[in-house]
């Protein structure tokens, strides 16, 4: 990668942990990541996955049969929640990980270590996910799978995180699908909207943020018939975004 990023260290990432945080998304097209993280040099640093600057994630969602955790999403309600296992394969690491939308819009994200490659939920997984006490644990089963590569900034000099997600892909009842020429930035932020650096760079460069959950998305690409109204525009833009075939050098790792 030819970015000239500097590494952050281990002090910086406990500081900018921001696991209470709003945060915002953006779909771009690949191409224009070089350019962005050339922008973003002077006030960022890179999280190294191990030796990588791009890790390697694998991640398993779980929803109750009725998917209240996808309408809940898709209808914007205030309070939801989002179960999942995560893989960081370059660190051997799984989490079993819930993530928790409140109703003034912040994220709280809480995570319990679990055996590698586990994917099931335990006695003790139960435990920690019926902790807020609105969680349907005895009613969750294995729903979307999903995998892509990530790069993690770090603010230097703000509390502030951003993540970039290519190569995004999907599994759902033996279908597979995914978002190829797609990147996916999420602004992670403790600080008001006003005073976030990269939403500020990413408004003058003409770009708004916009619901985009891999979780929703993926369910409705690879759910036959699943065409709801609230979808079109995303798919439109996602599948403009595709067209646009971006080169493999930007995973150099």
């Known amino acids: 990668m030819a970015e000239p990023l500097g590494v952050a260290s281990l002090d910086l990432l406990a500081d900018r942990a921001l696991t209470v945080r709003s945060d915002w998304k953006f779909v771009l097209r690949q191409a224009m990541v070089p350019e962005l993280l050339r922008a973003l040099s002077k006030t960022h640093l890179v999280l190294?996955?191990?030796?990588?600057?791009?890790?390697?994630?694998?991640?398993?969602?779980?929803?109750?049969?009725?998917?209240?955790c996808f309408h809940d999403h898709r209808?914007?309600?205030?309070?939801?929640?989002?179960?999942r296992?995560?893989?960081?394969?370059?660190?051997?690491?799984?989490?079993?990980?819930?993530?928790?939308?409140v109703p003034r819009g912040d994220t709280h994200k809480r995570r319990l270590p679990q055996t590698w490659r586990q994917r099931r939920v335990d006695v003790a997984g139960a435990a920690f996910l019926s902790e807020g006490g609105h969680v349907p644990v005895d009613g969750l089963v294995p729903t979307l799978a999903n995998r892509f590569y990530?790069?993690?900034?770090?603010?230097?000099?703000?509390?502030?995180?951003?993540?970039?997600?290519?190569?995004?892909?999907?599994?759902?009842?033996?279908?597979?699908?995914?978002?190829?020429?797609?990147?996916?930035?999420?602004?992670?932020?403790?600080?008001?909207?006003?005073?976030?650096?990269?939403?500020?760079?990413?408004t003058r460069a003409g770009?708004?943020?916009?619901?985009?959950?891999k979780y929703c998305?993926?369910?409705?690409?690879?759910?036959?018939g699943a065409s709801p109204a609230w979808f079109?525009?995303?798919?439109?833009?996602?599948?403009?975004?595709?067209?646009?075939s971006s080169s493999d050098h930007i995973l150099e790792r």
């Not at 209808?75 to 179960?83: A, E, N, S």
């Not at 995914?178 to 760079?201: D, F, H, I, N, Q």
């Not at 998305?217 to 036959?224: A, F, H, I, Q, S």
């Open 150 to 202: 990530r790069l993690t900034l770090l603010g230097e000099n703000v509390l502030e995180r951003l993540t970039l997600d290519l190569c995004i892909g999907f599994g759902l009842d033996g279908r597979i699908g995914g978002l190829p020429g797609v990147c996916v930035l999420e602004v992670k932020s403790a600080e008001p909207r006003s005073e976030t650096p990269t939403l500020a760079l990413l």
């Open 217 to 224: 998305v993926g369910t409705c690409l690879l759910t036959p």
């Open 75 to 83: 209808r914007g309600k205030p309070r939801r929640f989002k179960v």
């Open 48 to 68: 190294m996955a191990d030796q990588a600057r791009w890790g390697r994630y694998s991640s398993q969602y779980y929803d109750t049969p009725e998917q209240v």
């Open 207 to 213: 770009m708004r943020p916009r619901g985009m959950s």
């Open 85 to 101: 296992h995560r893989d960081y394969l370059d660190r051997n690491l799984t989490m079993l990980e819930i993530k928790d939308r």
């Open 232 to 244: 079109a525009p995303l798919r439109r833009t996602l599948g403009k975004l595709s067209a646009v």
